[in-house]
């Protein structure tokens, strides 16, 4: 497996896609509800897919229906599952992605399509995707990565992700959370 | 300033006044004993040679000046004071020591056999007091990454977990194992104390950042309101968790893993 450094000096010259479109994440209604604002780009820096402990970045999936397969795999089974949801969206106008949903761009990296799906919760080490997230965290030139929803492939939907990096992403690229108004709830770089 | 592996070696007019023989990677920087008061922080090993002319009350005061400018005050500089082995100094050892605040850090030497002897010793101790502060630090960058949840911040979910908190505002073990539907015993085994000990102080302050995960997952409470619901979601074998339960996992310790995915779960993060 390709350590940080090797990463880092692939994506120098990595294959990139534009990337301008809404993404949407869904969640649970009750505790939004009561509360009646959030943040909406918040970081915690906990580990996921693409980063280890440390790593400011957000998630997003690219369409309702991943967004829905995302939920339903953190709730199915429990009575979560049918309680109301709330989902927000937010657009991205992003120069460079990764976009590791073309082959080209994996094998650019050496990773393997088996890469992206492998679990990462229980992992006692950073998994290959999590060292490629950490490299992405340490440059510029890429600020996201598109990559294929795992819950939407158990789904049996095709359906991708994204998830940008805060201390990678400059203008003119930007995310921003939308809001009943023309101003943008919240945006990156701020 | 923090000198990492140098030894300053001092003399009355600052030339290498013996031969000493530290470990390679120790650097030796010769200073005359006045430029000593001069300097802006102490090496990790000062070996100071007065000389042999020195009277004993000059010497006594030059180690309370060296002393009072902060020689040796901390746990990673030694002084080695290179003296005695002329009649004049024969008597001196203890007004070398006295004025420092840490005996334990000033050594004498007569000679420098007695010199590379003491070095040995001392760059050793020295680099274990090094790997221990690192490990510290990786600590504390461990502590620091703990970052408080954005959820720490929302009312509703914090009040979600009030159940656990005795009025004392501490969480509480019997309140936590109720929650989660374990005996005292049980949860006392996850958190490596006795039955005991649990039911003597529940709401110890050594409990506090262990009970802290607990409370993390209960939040899950937010959204399953009911406990038997939660206790449920505990028992339910998660893809997530590669088909494990959750109480297994608070069976193997990972609970910081489970807090985690709790977090998912309410925030709605694709994985």
């Given amino acids: 497996m390709p350590d940080v450094a090797e990463f880092e000096r692939v994506l120098a010259t990595a294959p990139t896609i534009r990337l301008r479109r809404l993404v949407v994440r869904m969640l649970p209604y009750y505790w939004l509800a009561k509360e009646g604002s959030a943040d909406f780009l918040f970081t915690s820096g906990k ?17 309702g229906e991943t967004a829905r397969a995302e939920y339903l795999r953190l709730w199915s089974g429990s009575t979560g599952e049918h309680q109301p949801r709330v989902t927000y969206f937010a657009r991205v106008q992003l120069q460079r992605v990764l976009d590791l949903t073309q082959e080209k761009t994996l094998a650019s990296l050496g990773l393997t399509e088996e890469d992206l799906h492998r679990s990462w919760r229980l992992a006692t080490s950073p998994t290959p ?54 101003e943008p709830l919240q945006s990156w770089p701020q | 300033m923090e000198h990492a592996r140098e030894i300053v070696l001092a003399s009355a007019d600052g030339t290498k006044p013996i031969r000493i023989h530290p470990p390679g990677e120790w650097k030796i920087r010769n200073v005359k004993i006045a430029g000593l008061l001069e300097l802006k922080g102490f090496a990790p090993i000062t070996i100071i040679k007065p000389a042999a002319a020195m009277r004993n009350r000059r010497l006594h005061s030059l180690a309370a000046t060296l002393a009072s400018k902060g020689l040796a005050k901390t746990r990673n500089h030694y002084v080695v004071w290179v003296a005695g082995s002329t009649r004049r100094h024969q008597y001196a050892d203890l007004g070398l020591i006295r004025p420092f605040a840490d005996p334990h850090r000033i050594e004498i030497a007569r000679d420098e056999h007695d010199v590379d002897a003491l070095l040995r010793s001392l760059t050793a101790k020295l680099e274990v007091l090094a790997e221990r502060r690192a490990a510290s630090s990786s600590v504390q960058r461990e502590a620091i990454t703990q970052r408080p949840s954005p959820l720490d911040q929302v009312r509703s979910v914090v009040a979600a977990t009030k159940s ?108």
């Fill in chain 2, 164 to 271: 656990l908190r005795a009025p004392s505002g501490k969480l509480s073990a019997p309140a936590v194992a109720r929650l989660f539907g374990v005996s005292i015993s049980k949860l006392a085994k996850w958190l490596h104390r006795s039955r005991q000990s649990l039911n003597k102080s529940p709401e110890a302050d050594s409990l506090q950042q262990q009970l802290s995960y607990f409370e993390r997952i209960a939040r899950l409470g937010t959204v399953l309101d009911d406990p038997n619901d939660f206790r449920k979601w505990l028992r339910m074998a998660n893809k997530e968790l590669e088909g494990k339960t959750p109480l297994q996992l608070l069976d193997e310790g990972r609970w910081e893993v489970l807090a985690d995915l709790v977090e998912d779960m309410l925030t709605g993060s694709p994985t």
């Fill in chain 1, 47 to 63: 580990p996921n897919r693409f980063n280890v402990k440390g790593v400011d970045c957000v998630y997003f999936s690219e369409d």
């Fill in chain 1, 129 to 182: 995707t999590q060292v490629l997230g950490a490299a992405v965290s340490q440059q510029t030139r890429i600020p996201a990565i598109r990559y294929p929803s795992d819950a939407a492939r158990e789904a049996g939907e095709a359906g991708a992700n994204v998830v940008i990096f805060r201390n990678s992403i400059r203008t003119p690229d930007r995310i921003q959370i939308l809001g009943p108004r023309k």
